[in-house]
């Protein structure tokens, strides 16, 4: 499968560039006299609740039972070859709940138990909660959207939460013109799960899309929209000014599997340059190579949740450099 791709280059001189929210934490240990700790935990219902344990010598088995005393999730481990559990479950009535924590067959030790409230569970404790909803896709319904308002300075974090195994979520937030101002499939944690975080540099009506990888998935998910000041926006690759010098469209595939760009720099100047894929699976890495052939800069994710690439760099030396654009383990 063939990919396009669009290449941006640009020499700039280099310069000075509703509900509870949150979580809480417990401590104990399984022992022989005590084989299974319970902790209590109030929850609203429509809220979404995960629960994650951590030990260095413990395989713990949790289990999260109802206000009625039923069980309702219990899981051994979190995924295959990790030894910890974690259970993410929506609350059906307001009650208390109960968390129990015991050792896999008879194993005794001690843990951490976190508990973390919404989609967002990451969010701090100055953040305002601007939407949450348990959002179901399949054909008939491919994406969700929703109208977010944002001031200038405003730090908006958008966040799913699979409540369907092994459902792969997407996230696009998109400007008053319908241009892309940030995008995330995987947000980093070794989860499918999506995030983006992105810091308004203007006041306006823009716009998040809700979906799946190539619009295939079906299932259910908990979605976040919050605003808060403490969250850490990532580097905005949208914002970078400067004197476009060159821009580039082509494909790379088994045919074609790089492209080069000749570059020349002046000793001072920095140069920008950004990949962008625009079709297919394409996972684009760039390399900057200086006069006598050796690489001086190379990205393959630019860490904005896409496997677009970017990079800075000031050239030390003037003279004519080399840009490579090529794909990470003949991706299309």
């Known amino acids: ?37 319970s902790f209590q935990i109030q929850i609203e219902a429509g809220q979404v609740v995960t629960l994650t344990t951590a030990s260095d010598e413990l395989d713990t088995v949790l289990t999260l039972n109802g206000p009625n005393g039923r069980q309702l999730a219990m899981n051994d481990d979190a995924q295959p070859g990790v030894l910890t559990s974690r259970i993410v479950q929506v609350a059906r009535e307001t009650g208390n709940y109960t968390a129990i924590v015991s050792g896999y067959n ?16 990451d969010l701090s404790s100055e953040a305002r909660v601007l939407h949450e909803e348990n959002v179901t896709l399949n054909r008939q319904r491919p994406e969700a959207r929703y109208p977010v308002d944002l001031s200038a300075g405003d730090i908006f974090v958008a966040t799913t939460l ?14 008053s013109s319908g241009t892309i101002v940030a995008t995330s499939d995987d947000r980093g944690d070794g989860t499918l799960n999506s995030q983006i975080i992105y810091q308004a540099a203007a006041a306006g009506h823009y716009e998040l899309v809700a979906g799946t990888y ?39 595939g088994a045919t074609q599997p790089a492209l080069e760009f000749p570059v020349r720099l002046e000793a001072g100047q920095t140069l920008y340059a950004l990949s962008e894929a625009t079709s297919g699976d394409l996972d684009t890495v760039l390399t ?45």
């Open 1 to 37: 499968m063939r990919a396009w791709i669009a290449f941006i280059a640009l020499v700039v001189m280099a310069g000075s560039a509703a509900g509870q929210t949150g979580s809480r934490h417990f401590s104990g240990e399984v022992t022989s006299r005590a084989p299974r700790v």
């Open 106 to 121: 008879g194993a005794r030790g001690q843990f951490d138990l976190d508990v973390s409230f919404g989609a967002g569970g």
């Open 162 to 175: 699979a409540l369907t195994p092994n459902l792969d979520t997407t996230l696009t937030l998109l400007d």
């Open 214 to 252: 190539n619009s295939a998935g079906a299932g259910q998910f908990a979605l976040s929209l919050a605003l808060d000041p403490r969250a850490h926006a990532p580097f905005n690759f949208a914002a970078v000014e400067g004197v476009e010098i060159a821009r580039h469209e082509g494909s790379l």
């Open 288 to 332: 900057l190579s200086d006069p006598d052939g050796f690489p001086v800069a190379i990205n393959d994710d630019r860490g904005d949740g896409s496997l677009n690439s970017a990079f800075a760099y000031t050239a030390t030396a003037a003279g004519a450099y080399t840009l490579e654009l090529s794909r990470y383990q003949a991706s299309n």
